[in-house]
């Protein structure tokens, strides 16, 4: 963070910029690409932009940008991807998130560029993507479609890997790890928050550093404590007493947006509420999708208040960013998982949590360099000539250690996440169906240009690949070097190992439906619910009365109390999965298992995603695939069996398969023989109109 000469230094350096910095138009890049940035606003360059020009940025050079939030990446990439195509090269741009690669696409979309946006169906080719110049993608994504085609971007000069920092996620860290060691003999560009070993990571990419704390807008940063703003320049500024958050929010509104950051969803919800209590209904209500949110998010709206978690459904998230940017929205409160997501800056930033409570863990301070990007939204380019991030303390005894560990303190290193067995056996396997590895000295090659060997040695990573080669050789995924059958295909479907494995293993002749979605929330890539407080009794009793319904073992309670306890919290999402498929209204479900509609979706999205392999193995293995087809379409429209000739008509989801068979129309027959007038008295004359159209091309 600035000390106050940095920032006096920045403020000088802010007002000589217009006539010092390099003008866009003198870069050696086409001119109508040129005067499509320069439309959009663009005319000089920022110092750090300045810097990657230097540097190499037009040239061939690999580059690692580590630069604050706002600094200017995105045109940097933007100048390396125009000169790419200039040049006669293609170009792929990685970034972490969905939300994210929508944003970019469109940024690429608007400089008239032949560019491509994938981010979904893993078990996919996608050669139409070759026809391409730049390709918009997840690291997901990109590491499926090289698992289908080693050399599917053979002919890609130009690798953009956006927020690389991820790297140092366990998450997310692998994939994009894998995707670079594979990439190493082409060109490639990192962007990156700062960190505190960014030459680390550019000596491993073999590439030039840009390094900057150079920001737009002067980021000023400081403590609220009681009724005091103690900033780190030694200025202070008392305001009222009371809940800090309703107090920053009310005195921040007067010069601009705030943004305030706290540690659970339900206290998003919470700590609205009480500052939308301050202020009057003054706004024009925003149109939210009926949820269980709808009610407070409208009401909110109309004070100009919001909030954001993951639990909204992303109609509601897209409409609250989009809502906040052009102002309709003066406070938003989230969760820090819009600091990660698209930009989104405001005058003031509020960080109410530096704790958060981890599963199994409880609660730990949260990650400094996660601060710092939350920090990093203070601040609006062309708005303000300044911005304020304040961290809350709870009391006097915690601001020097906020100062110290957060402020004063340099960013989190980066490290590799890769040795991890459950990353390794996903990629290991990748890696030997794909053939990149056919031996132990290919082995060796390809993991000495991971980061995990150039930051630790080789000797251990390779402790734990044996581990994992055994599991996959046990498993009969893998023999010697080579990918089995189902190893091949496992590694095309993009699933887990391990998920594979208790895949297979539920194989039957005769399939119960909620022994089928069982298997499906005791794999892996399922994120179980966990059990809340009262729960266990319930599932107890269900896995009890039901023990035939399981395609899996049932674990002993007594000899292994933690495995049961595990495999209830898998009851427990099966149990959701099964009032999907039921026809239970999605409040309802919401409200039962305490979760959010965007949950709700993320589940029943990674159980079609589970389900489709489910009937791939099955498939590979000669067992009947007919009630794991039926099983897929009830969780993709979340229909009772009966409906199941219903959804097949176009326009036809639960709630109107649901209306018509109820009305005596049971098949699709008698939809068709149906007359008109009297299906537009049950769904409306469009419809009806629609489904009649739909039908008599059948």
Avoid at 671 to 693: F, H, M, N, R, Y
């Amino acid at each position: 963070m600035e000390t106050l000469f940095e920032y006096v230094i920045n403020r000088f350096i802010n007002n000589l910029i217009k006539v010092s910095l390099m003008e866009i138009r003198e870069l050696d890049l086409p001119i109508p690409y040129i005067q499509r940035l320069e439309q959009q606003g663009y005319a000089t360059l920022y110092p750090p932009q300045e810097q990657a020009i230097e540097k190499g940025l037009l040239s061939d050079a690999n580059m690692v940008l580590a630069l604050p939030t706002a600094s200017g990446k995105t045109l940097i990439a933007l100048f390396a991807l125009i000169k790419a195509l200039q040049e006669g090269h293609k170009c792929i741009y990685i970034v972490p998130l969905k939300a994210l690669a929508e944003e970019k696409f469109s940024e690429i979309q608007n400089l008239d560029i032949n560019v491509a946006l994938t981010t979904g169906d893993y078990d996919s080719s996608d050669y139409y993507l070759n026809k391409y110049d730049v390709i918009v993608t997840t690291s997901e994504k990109c590491d499926s479609l090289l698992r289908h085609d080693p050399h599917f971007f053979h002919d890609v000069h130009l690798i953009i890997a956006d927020e690389v920092h991820l790297l140092d996620d366990p998450g997310r860290g692998p994939t994009l790890e894998m995707i670079l060691s594979k990439m190493k003999h082409k060109r490639i560009l990192a962007l990156s928050a700062t960190i505190s070993n960014a030459q680390d990571i550019a000596q491993w990419l073999h590439a030039e550093l840009v390094e900057s704390t150079w920001r737009p807008v002067p980021l000023r940063s400081g403590v609220f404590v009681e009724d005091t703003i103690i900033f780190e320049d030694g200025e202070k500024m008392i305001l009222s007493r009371g809940d800090p958050c309703v107090t920053l929010a009310l005195h921040g509104r007067e010069t601009g947006q705030i943004l305030i950051f706290v540690n659970s969803r339900r206290s998003t919800r919470a700590v609205a509420k009480r500052i939308a209590n301050h202020l009057p209904s003054s706004f024009q209500p925003l149109t939210f999708s009926h949820s269980i949110y709808q009610s407070d998010l409208t009401s909110l709206s109309t004070h100009g208040v919001g909030f954001h978690h993951a639990g909204l459904t992303r109609h509601d998230r897209t409409l609250i960013e989009t809502a906040f940017k052009e102002n309709k929205l003066q406070i938003l409160v989230a969760t820090p998982t819009l600091a990660a997501g698209i930009n989104l800056p405001a005058r003031w930033v509020v960080i109410r949590d530096v704790k958060r409570f981890y599963r199994d863990m409880g609660y730990y301070f949260i990650p400094i360099l996660e601060i710092h990007q939350m920090m990093g939204r203070a601040g609006r380019p062309k708005y303000d000539s300044r911005g304020e991030a304040i961290l809350v303390s709870k009391k006097e005894e915690e601001v020097d250690m906020l100062f110290h560990r957060y402020i004063h303190a340099d960013p989190d290193p980066i490290s590799s996440k890769l040795a991890s067995q459950s990353a390794l056996r996903t990629h290991l396997l990748a890696l030997l169906a794909s053939g990149y590895i056919r031996c132990q000295e290919d082995v060796r090659k390809f993991f000495s240009k991971t980061l995990y060997v150039h930051q630790n040695g080789e000797p251990l990573v390779y402790d734990t690949i044996g581990i994992v080669q055994d599991y996959l050789e046990q498993h009969e995924l893998i023999t010697g070097f080579s990918a089995t059958a189902f190893g091949k295909r496992v590694a095309e479907l993009y699933i887990d190992p391990a998920s594979a494995v208790i895949l297979r293993e539920a194989l039957s002749q005769q399939a119960p439906p909620f022994g089928i979605l069982h298997a499906l929330a005791a794999c892996p890539n399922m994120s179980s619910l966990y059990l809340r407080k009262g729960e266990f009794t319930r599932f107890d009793l269900m896995t009890e009365q039901g023990s035939d319904r399981f395609l899996l073992p049932v674990p002993d309670a007594f000899e292994e109390p933690d495995r049961y306890e595990l495999f209830l919290s898998e009851v427990k999402t099966a149990s959701l999965l099964d009032s999907w498929i039921n026809e239970i209204e999605d409040n309802s479900i919401c409200n039962t298992f305490h979760i959010g509609p965007g949950d709700l979706y993320r589940i029943r999205e990674t159980a079609d995603w589970l389900m489709y392999a489910f009937i791939e193995i099955a498939r590979l293995f000669s067992y009947p695939q007919t009630p794991l087809r039926k099983m897929r379409i009830r969780l993709k429209y979340g229909v009772k069996e009966e409906l199941l000739p219903l959804v097949k008509i176009k326009n036809v989801g639960r709630v109107r398969a649901r209306t018509l068979f109820n009305a005596g129309f049971t098949t699709v027959n008698k939809v068709d023989q149906a007359p008109l007038k009297e299906l537009s008295l049950l769904l409306g004359e469009k419809i009806a109109g629609s489904i009649k159209q739909t039908l008599s091309s059948f």
